[in-house]
């Protein structure tokens, strides 16, 4: 099986944020970055299926520089090669045109599935792996939490996830798109080895031309909206905040729990 | 030029999903703005009852897509009719609820358009004509305001509790049948069956008190202080979906959008940053605590109490103060 992996690498939110100096987006500067919390575990489904089918996996990210370190991550636990869509013409797109260009690379590799995450953890689309098979006229599965390879057919069975506890179960003709949901299994760590490994393997970096992509087509300028400003929700709304030390606020809020909310 | 807009609601086995009647209020509300009209599609399989109920609303129509092979949801039937539709009728807008279905299929069917998407849209205002939508990034930490570029149809699902159905203004609405090519549509999906994920033992709906512990707490380990807060409580451990997904907690102890809905009389969250899809199960709570390290994590906006600080030293505290004033 030719296994592709789309990653991307999203800010570490736990942080303190700033709006940007445009008010567009935030200031990245003293951010720390990960992988996006479900392509983890997209990540994690492709390296089992090409271990168990003797198969390969290639990793494909878009994003500025610094993605490249999730790319040599991924690399390290043991995707084959990479390709990094880090052209200024492929960047600052919406899912339409951030996903034209990942079906674009997609499509020259030959590939029996492409798995992505479910969503990803900054700006929340959850569009960008439907986009895709949009591109390539595949079919596609969102929010999935169960893949069965049936390779004598050509078919995955499909586990996915619906709302209030309920699942579809489905078959899907390969090659497909998988949007994997955060949950599907435990992604491993990376072992000295892989990343000593990593280091030689290939980072390729296309650029529109390369892949037969139109620039005005992607990017910014490929996107059918645009982001006119980022802000924190008012502030006033929202919980009383009980100060104090640890103690001091714990006997506050149970004081205020008895005699305010009356509920104990 | 008045604008068109249509809102397609979400069925099954005829009965029309709760978010669909906060998107016709949505739609209603954009018509009234923009100097339009709203209109409804239904897509599905014997839908003469639930056509007849949408059209109880005030809208221009309900345009009915009904045929057998529309019974059960699939990815590429839906987008294919609706973009068959959307192709004739030229909306300006379509709004969906926010719903896994329609995150499903939305996005194939813009990009089989070409059509601008705009997904999980809670409030929009309109600026000279033009309207801009208010969407969460970054987990709800902060709100991007966004614009159709260009033109041509614009897509957008609105999210949970964006809007009230409690608004929905009255009235008698045409129903029109949608006369497509069906036969054309392939599923792109065979749905085998719908099945109930793992049913688990514990109900937490009926939980008087419910401490929900969050991927803040750090560890497996660290469950158990949790535990004893619960039991001064006299309540239950809930979660968020990271600390199950991690196997620290077994899935049905997961609260939220793909886990349980509760409402207890107290809600403690701890170490859990409010997610929207973590907020659809527990924001119906009568009281709610956060108790999170981060001063700017959304749980804050919908909590009630609150305490900035680390987890690890206030639960403790907070169950010590419990066993205090109950021994006064
Ligand atoms: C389709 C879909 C369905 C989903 N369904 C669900 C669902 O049903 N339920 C659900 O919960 N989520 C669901 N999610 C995931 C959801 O989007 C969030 O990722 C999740 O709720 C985050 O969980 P969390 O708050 O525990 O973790 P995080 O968002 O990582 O937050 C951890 C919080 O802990 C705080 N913290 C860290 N250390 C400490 C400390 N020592 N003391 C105090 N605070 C600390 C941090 O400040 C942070 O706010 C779903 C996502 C998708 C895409």
Known sequence: MRIAVCIKQVPDIEARLRVSGDGTWIDEEDLSFVINESDGYALEEALQIAERTSGEVVVFSLGPERVREALRKALALGAARAVHLKDPAFLGGDSLSTGRALAGALAAGDFDLVLTGSQSDDVGFGSTGTVIAGELGWPHAWLVMGVELDEANKKVKVTREMEAGMNEISNLDLPAVLEIQAGLNKPRYASL???????????????PGDLGLAPESLGETGAKIEVLSVAFPEAGKGAQIIDGDAETAARTLVEKLQKEARIL | MSAKIWIVLQQRDGKIQKMSWEAVRAGQALAADLGGTAEAVLLGSGMEEAGNEVGQCSLGSVHVADDESLAVYTPGRFARALEAAIATAQPDYVLFPHTYQTVDFLPGLAQSLDAALVPEAVSFETVDGSVVWQRPVLGGKMFASVRAKGPGPVLVSLQSGAFSADELEKGSAPIETLSLDFAAMSADREILRIEEAIAGEVDLSQAPVIVSVGRGVGDAEKIPIM???????????????????????????????SGQTVTPKLYVAAGISGAIQHLVGMKGSQVIVAINKDAGAPIFNVAHYGIVGDLHEVVPAVTAALKEASES
């Open chain 2, 227 to 257: 535990q004893e807060l619960a039991d001064a409580l006299g309540g239950e451990l809930g979660a968020s979906r990271p600390v199950i997904d991690s196997g620290w907690l077994p899935r049905d102890r997961q609260i939220g959008s």
């Open chain 1, 193 to 207: 080895k892989g990343i000593m490994q990593a280091k030689k393997k290939e980072i390729s970096e296309p650029g």
